[in-house]
């Protein structure tokens, strides 16, 4: 039997995110028998670790503040991929995609495959400098969307098209499915009627994700509709300045209820699926509730129009107008068919392009293009 591929995979972080997720997914379903996976992370702690080890795949943490710095850490990474000789180095995030391809190309093993996972709303001219020196070096750069393929295009001009390439994210469509016992134990749990629509958000509580709007849609639904639910679950920077607006301007409607870690069971017990971020890259949310069978109300921004077909499985509007986005949740809450309708095809849409099987299918296909096999 011929040698496996050895694949070492260099990340920022692992933390409890959706690149960190999708790296999950794929590490443990490549096939063994053709590829052997180990991870890095630059940075400690690293939550999601045990979950690699529980599925064969060893993890390295180096994080710079234990390892005598940037220059240590760098020193370290060299050392690792010298003494692994992985046939690729595939690099995610952006102190990922630096200093792994750095320590790639220093420690001359592996071909180099660097990863890009949002619209580079957070780059500075460091980051493009950077990218745009690696740029010619590096066998292969995957996106997650085809919006983050063109930003990157717009802040680093000077890219070879062919090195370019889209990987969508994969999905556990099995995990994530709409579940009726799931909605009728979770409604009970929280004493929501079975009827009383419920419209759910779940992320991080980051400007960026722009909660505020969410709350502000919330308020004006439920003016409308006062026995409309809207649940924003996860926790962040802007965490304790929400809890602070509840507090001023309760709404017993509201509920906010920090990190949780059932989103299969929120998502099957919502009705709606309400997205207000101000940018994306390819929003594992959105696809999480799509693969549950939720209509999809979104802005139209990143990636977010390669899952969510405007008018077939979710609604998607330009800008952040509050009374426009609350205008097309009450529609929905309203027309329960129509909820029905997009939510069918959103689910039909996964099961179609975007589960886990289809992600680490095309992952294959570029591992075999880039080792010629």
């Known amino acids: 039997m011929p040698a496996r591929n050895r694949l070492l995979h260099i990340i920022t972080r692992l933390d409890i995110g959706g690149a960190e997720h999708q790296l999950l997914l794929l590490c443990s379903h490549l096939p063994r028998d053709r590829f052997d996976c180990r991870v890095v992370s630059l940075v400690d702690p690293a939550g999601l670790a045990p979950r690699f080890e529980a599925v064969g795949v060893p993890v390295t943490i180096l994080d710079r503040r234990h390892a005598g710095g940037r220059l240590g850490q760098l020193r370290a990474l060299v050392r690792v991929i010298r003494a692994w000789r992985p046939h690729v180095v595939q690099t995610w995030l952006r102190q990922g995609n630096h200093v792994g391809r750095l320590a790639g190309l220093l420690a001359g093993r592996g071909i180099l495959v660097a990863g890009f996972r949002d619209q580079g709303h957070e ?68 004493g929501v009627g079975e009827h009383d629509p419920v419209v759910l958000m779940i992320g991080s509580l980051h400007p960026v994700k722009d909660p505020y709007l969410y709350l502000d849609v919330a308020r004006r639904v439920r003016r409308e509709s006062p026995e409309a639910r809207f649940w924003l679950v996860g926790d962040g920077p802007l965490a304790g300045e929400l809890a602070g607006a509840m507090a001023t301007a309760p709404d017993p409607g509201i509920w906010i209820p920090g ?115």
């Open 259 to 373: 990190e949780r870690d059932d989103a299969p069971r929120l998502l099957a017990a919502a009705d709606l699926y309400l997205h207000t971020s101000r940018t994306e890259g390819l929003s594992n949310a959105i696809l999480e509730a799509m693969s549950c069978g939720l209509p999809v109300v979104a802005r139209d921004v990143g990636g977010n129009r390669e899952l969510v077909v405007d008018g077939e499985t979710g609604l998607l509007t330009a800008g952040g107008d509050p009374a426009l986005l609350a205008g097309l949740v009450l529609d929905l809450l309203r027309d329960p068919a129509r909820r029905r309708a997009l939510g069918e095809a959103g689910r039909r849409r996964v099961l179609a392009e975007f589960t886990t099987e289809c992600m680490v299918e095309r992952a294959l296909a570029h591992y075999e293009r880039i080792l010629g096999r």
């Open 123 to 190: 780059t500075r001219c460091v980051d493009s400098f950077l990218d745009q020196c690696f740029e010619p070096l590096t066998a292969l750069t995957l996106h997650n969307s085809d919006q983050g393929r063109q930003s990157y295009r717009r802040r680093v001009p000077l890219v070879r098209g062919g090195r370019h390439a889209v990987l969508h994210n994969g999905i556990d469509a099995e995990r994530y499915r709409p579940d009726a016992g799931a909605r009728a134990a979770l409604r009970a749990e929280l």
